[in-house]
């Protein structure tokens, strides 16, 4: 009798577990083994009209069997089976595209095709505190990113290509850090084939009304774009399924697998959460979001509620039109 009463209590936490979506760990690998790939996509400035080729980097769920082993991905596999999602990752400004493989990685894992661009002129690579850089980035960034996504929907019809009949052109997202968490809430607002936008640590733009699912991120200690003066009026844009995370006793630079006070500012210190961690975090709350928005997946809508946030996170949403 005590084993059977033991055996209902167990059953029943582990029903309880499942509706609190807690039986699926979205902080480790997917599935599905990831393939990795580098494209020139060649775009026109739009302040200059001079060519702009976008070494773009790309990682993809896999098939099995195929491609040669480059650490954690699968250099030029063949792409598994079916449409998939596409994700278009902008990077910070004076940054790089793999600057949050982690994300990358964990999305492709779970089926989604991951384009992350160079903004020439706005990386690591080039003079990017030069006069005049950033503004011609802002003006470029938008337009980079509209350039990958219409390659690739080229590619889902070209027969050469190995994305051919692989992507879904009704499953587009858009990512992005800092700079590119600004260029992600622009493109959000301005291109309604993007169906779910993830602002990492954005620089807020305001007057824009963003339609789409979104989910913006920041750090508590982020001193580049506070939570209250970037993270918080960047959650107010959406009008749609929204998401506010805060990443408690991190920094700006949660979203990068590394931490240097010089170029993130506060959130490095000794006491401040470790980037891995921190890592940990991000993908707890992202992956989820963009399986239910890009993929369908009704059952991370239940990993997406605030009351199921872990330690280490506070978690504010909102479902449909502002009042």
């Not at 006069?131 to 802002?138: I, K, N, Q, T």
């Amino acid at each position: 009798m005590r084993f059977a009463v033991a055996l209902s209590v167990l059953l029943l936490a582990h029903v309880a577990a499942a509706r609190n979506g807690a039986t699926t760990d979205y902080t480790a690998p997917g599935p599905l083994p990831v393939g990795f790939t580098t494209i020139a996509i060649t775009t026109t400035s739009v302040t200059t009209g001079a060519p702009r080729v976008l070494a773009t980097q790309v990682w993809y769920p896999a098939k099995e069997g195929t491609g040669t082993p480059g650490g954690a991905f699968l250099r030029g596999a063949e792409v598994a089976k079916g449409r998939h999602p596409l994700v278009v990752f902008s990077h910070g400004s004076c940054g790089i595209p793999n600057q949050s493989v982690f994300l990358m990685q964990a999305l492709a894992s779970r089926g989604m095709i991951l384009a992350a661009p160079p903004h020439p002129g706005n990386t690591l690579a080039d003079d990017c505190e030069a006069p005049g850089a950033l503004a011609d980035a802002y003006a470029n960034r938008p337009a980079d990113v509209a350039a990958v996504a219409d390659r690739f929907l080229t590619f889902a019809k070209d027969k050469t290509s190995r994305f051919h009949r692989h992507v879904n052109p009704k499953r587009l997202g858009i990512a992005g850090h800092s700079f590119g968490g600004q260029t992600t809430l622009r493109v959000a607002a301005a291109d309604r084939r993007f169906k779910a936008a993830l602002a990492l640590a954005p620089s807020t733009a305001p007057g824009l009304v963003i339609r789409s699912p979104l989910m913006v991120m920041t750090g508590e200690l982020d001193s580049l774009t506070p939570f209250t003066e970037d993270a918080e009026p960047s959650y107010a844009l959406g009008t749609g399924p929204r998401w506010l995370v805060e990443i408690l006793r991190a920094g700006h630079c949660a979203f990068i697998p590394l931490c240097a006070e010089q170029f993130c500012g506060a959130g490095c210190e000794a006491g401040a959460l470790p980037p891995a961690d921190a890592n940990a975090l991000v993908l707890r709350y992202a992956v989820p979001f963009m399986l239910r928005y890009l993929e369908g997946d009704r059952g991370a809508a239940k990993a997406l509620r605030p009351d199921t946030a872990p330690a280490g996170l506070v978690v504010e949403s909102a479902t449909g039109r502002k009042h």
